[in-house]
């Protein structure tokens, strides 16, 4: 027994803000972006649009898709439209599921990989036979636009996918799972304000707490070493090796980084998927955006990784099944 | 030339593309065109490749090659 991907639905804001937009308020370039990052354009969501609402509308069109029953919803995002409740609950009710168990992980920029071992958690222990697992962030509200190292980096989107209780071999088998984290990196990549540590008083307010801050240099020297090793770990689980695997898609947060850890594993140009340019970092939204935009066949052997806040990593292998996600 | 400035070397033309020829003692990241992400990619490449460890604020005072294979053999770099 184990999962298997049945239907992905995608869904991001319609406003296309690029790098000579931000350009003109903010003391960087289209060339030191794209040339740092990757990143050419990214979305972002209108006033008064929430996670919620960019969640509901890529888990509507992979439920569409999906022809099996969905009885649970895991809900990956660092960007809940509250603190209390999680917003799981409230996009299993406006998907019209019912009743069902719902809840959120936070794993940030990893939570779609964490997000797909809970899934399959709950099938594997009859808890559910088929889950919806949606990634969905809108990283533009704790984004302070007048920080030029952070400002360039996110996006908002959101991507769904139907997990469903299937025989080993069966095409979109997902698994198996390589997970970690190292909370002495903590700091490293944060939203100080808002928790409990730091609530969000007039002081925490004026200094900016409630933004995302970044060690870039640190964080990108262990996005690289996290992901080789993860993904090393993955393929050695599951007796496979850098050379089966038809395509690398990583999370989508730097162009480089994911061209550094390829190199790494010895996974060549043709073998790796990018579209980070499009959509900048949409954190735990941009393995499904990137499944969507990956043009991949059918029985084609992926490999997900995915580095994060936390510090919290991630790498699970999906044999691509024969689906629409046009 | 020490043998870490050989492996140094052998890193830039490997993994950055730098072109043998433009390699030297007294070129500085900048003449090979690497930039800040470069330079903590290097370091990492150093790590890996020596088993030093060079951190983000030494990586950043880091001008030349010839500062570059100095902190790596007082580091204990043995190529």
């Known amino acids: 027994m184990t999962s298997v991907l049945k239907a992905l639905g995608v869904a991001v804001p319609s406003r296309v803000v690029t790098n000579h937009d931000l350009a003109e308020t903010l003391d960087t370039s289209d060339e030191w972006v794209r040339t740092r990052t990757g990143i050419v354009e990214r979305r972002i969501a209108e006033p008064g649009v929430a996670t919620a609402d960019l969640a509901v509308e890529a888990g509507a069109e992979a439920l569409k898709r999906a022809e099996v029953d969905v009885d649970a919803v895991i809900l990956a995002t660092c960007t809940a439209d509250r603190t209390i409740p999680g917003v799981g609950p409230e996009v299993a009710s406006r998907l019209g599921l019912g009743p069902v168990p719902a809840l959120d992980v936070n794993a940030a920029c990893a939570g779609f990989v964490y997000a797909l071992s809970v899934a399959s958690g709950l099938i594997a222990s009859g808890v559910a036979d088929g889950v919806l697992v949606v990634g969905a962030e809108t990283m533009s509200r704790v984004t302070d636009f007048g920080d030029r190292a952070t400002a360039v980096l996110f996006g908002d989107g959101a991507g769904a996918v139907v997990l469903a209780r299937g025989e080993p071999g069966e095409p979109g088998e997902v698994g198996p799972f390589d997970l970690g984290s190292d909370g002495e990196g903590a700091d490293l990549l944060e939203v100080p304000g808002g928790g409990s540590r730091r609530p969000l008083d007039a002081a925490a307010l004026a200094e900016g707490a409630q933004y995302l801050k970044m060690d870039g240099r640190e964080v990108y020297r262990q996005a690289i070493r996290r992901m080789v090793a993860s993904s090393e770990a993955v393929l050695a689980k599951a007796g496979l090796t850098a050379g089966d695997v038809d395509r690398l898609v990583g999370h989508q947060a730097n162009a480089r980084i994911l061209e550094a850890v390829a190199d790494r594993l010895g996974i060549g140009e043709e073998r790796r998927f990018l579209n980070v340019a499009r959509y900048g970092n949409t954190s735990a939204a941009s393995i499904p955006l990137a499944l969507a935009d990956a043009e991949l066949a059918a029985g084609e052997q992926v490999l997900l990784t995915a580095f994060g806040a936390g510090m919290s990593w991630g790498s699970t292998l999906l044999r691509w099944p024969d689906l629409s996600v046009a | ?79």
């Open chain 2, 1 to 79: 030339m020490s043998a870490v400035y050989e492996k140094v070397k052998g890193v830039l033309v490997d993994k950055f593309g730098v072109e043998e020829s433009e390699v030297s003692m007294e070129a500085s990241f900048e003449d090979l065109d690497l930039d800040s992400l470069d330079l903590v990619e290097f370091a990492l490449a150093a790590e890996e490749e020596l088993g030093v460890r060079i951190s983000d604020e030494e990586a950043e005072q880091l001008e030349t090659l010839a500062d570059t294979v100095k902190l790596l053999e007082e580091k204990g770099a043995q190529a």
